[in-house]
T-cell receptor
Framework: DQQVKQNSPSLSVQEGRISILNCDYT??????FLWYKKYPAEGPTFLIS?????DKNEDGRFTVFLNKSAKHLSLHIVPSQPGDSAVYFC????????????FGAGTQVVVTP | DADVTQTPRNRITKTGKRIMLECSQT?????MYWYRQDPGLGLQLIYY???????NKGEISDGYSVSRQAQAKFSLSLESAIPNQTALYFC???????????FGSGTRLTVV
């Protein structure tokens, strides 16, 4: 049973617009959340993270929002650029998982000119 | 050189063969992990190790075994490969809880 779910397998967005990626989780013990970005033929690379004591974390064009009551997080990319075209994975770890990450299925983002 | 190196990058093998995927790291991290990626399923944990003497099964360990030869080396073996083990395999390291992973570039394994 997947504890981290990304229900949108793909997202197409115009260059310059906002990309919003969503992630839901079921385990209430999760307290640390991360987003990874993956290009073809490469391993995933860390993008941004958020602890459960916060509800927002920003890093340049990337912002992650956490809604603990809804068990939902989202990644906003503003403005979207062609180089953002990649697969994005949501991941989570908790006090019951000793730092092991649970990953969502990923969302393929395509940024069009 | 990459922080986490996986070899081989690509491998085609026959059903029933034994195959080893290797991972080495220069990060100095104690924790190492093996994941497999299948379309639509994301990354699933096969095995993990928190130090040289510690080996633990993940969600999908059946049909796999591992060896932690040193802090920097963690190998994954398929004792008798089967076609549904065709997947992309990733090794990762981390320095502890609430730290992200550093991934290798992956090994694309095809079992025919």
């Amino acid at each position: 049973d997947q504890q981290v779910k990304q229900n949108s397998p793909s997202l197409s967005v115009q260059e310059g617009r906002i990309s919003i990626l969503n992630c839901d989780y079921t385990n209430s013990m999760f307290d640390y959340f991360l987003w990874y970005k993956k290009y073809p033929a490469e391993g995933p690379t860390f993008l941004i993270s958020i602890s459960s004591i916060k509800d927002k974390n920003e890093d340049g064009r990337f912002t992650v929002f956490l809604n603990k009551s809804a068990k939902h997080l989202s990644l906003h990319i503003v403005p979207s650029q062609p180089g953002d075209s990649a697969v994005y994975f949501c991941a989570a770890s908790g006090t019951d998982s000793w730092g092991k990450l649970q990953f969502g299925a990923g969302t393929q983002v395509v940024v069009t000119p | 050189d990459a922080d986490v190196t996986q070899t081989p990058r690509n491998r085609i093998t026959k059903t029933g063969k034994r195959i080893m995927l290797e991972c080495s790291q220069t990060k100095g991290h104690d924790r190492m992990y093996w994941y497999r990626q299948d379309p639509g399923l994301g990354l699933q944990l096969i095995y993990y190790s928190f130090d040289v003497k510690d080996i633990n099964k993940g969600e999908i360990s059946d049909g796999y075994s591992v060896s932690r030869q040193a802090q920097a080396k963690f190998s994954l073996s398929l004792e008798s490969a089967i076609p549904n083990q065709t997947a992309l395999y990733f090794c990762a390291t981390s320095q502890g809880r609430n730290y992200g992973y550093t991934f290798g570039s992956g090994t694309r394994l095809t079992v025919v």
